[in-house]
């Protein structure tokens, strides 16, 4: 059992969205570039999927900056699954779209008090720095368990996790 239930689960996000047709049809998709193209890419945090033109090759990410996190993909075109395709098909045969948006409470409480942010409020903001990926990867782990995407190195988001600070 998983949180994405019929037809609505937890996350209130329903299969039916996640499919092919419903993916293209949100205003957040495009097509990837060959080169990264800031410009693309929305600076919120969140759920995101990459798939192929038929869906039978799907990768899900979460990202705290969506800009950010695709510019890491680009420039590690050779670690793992997703880049490998990158690199064999070219990123323009890719599609990219929102699944969902979080809050990203680092950014909100800059904006509300950046001014005066000091160096004592560094546990404050780990911890806001944290709970913004945790919201975020929960709804990750959700979406990848409902979806499976064969391009995602782990369908365990703590285990991708853990591997990234080896």
Known sequence: MHTLVDPTGHTSILYS???????????????????????QFQKNSGVYIVYNSDGSESYVGSATDFCKRWANHYNSMYKDAVHKYMLDNSPS??????????PD?????????????SAQDY???????????????SYEQ????????????????ADRQNRRRL
């Open 17 to 39: 969205d996640l499919s092919t047709e419903a993916l293209d049809m949100n205003a957040s998709t495009f097509s990837l570039n060959n080169n990264f193209t800031p410009s």
């Open 105 to 117: 409470y680092l950014k909100q409480f800059y904006q509300q008090y950046g001014a005066t942010v």
């Open 93 to 102: 045969s890719l599609k990219w779209s929102c699944i969902i948006e979080r």
């Open 142 to 157: 959700a979406i990848i368990t409902a979806v499976e995407p064969s391009l995602n190195s782990s369908n365990d988001v």
């Open 123 to 137: 546990q404050v903001q780990h911890v806001l720095r944290t709970f913004t990926q945790y919201v975020a990867r």
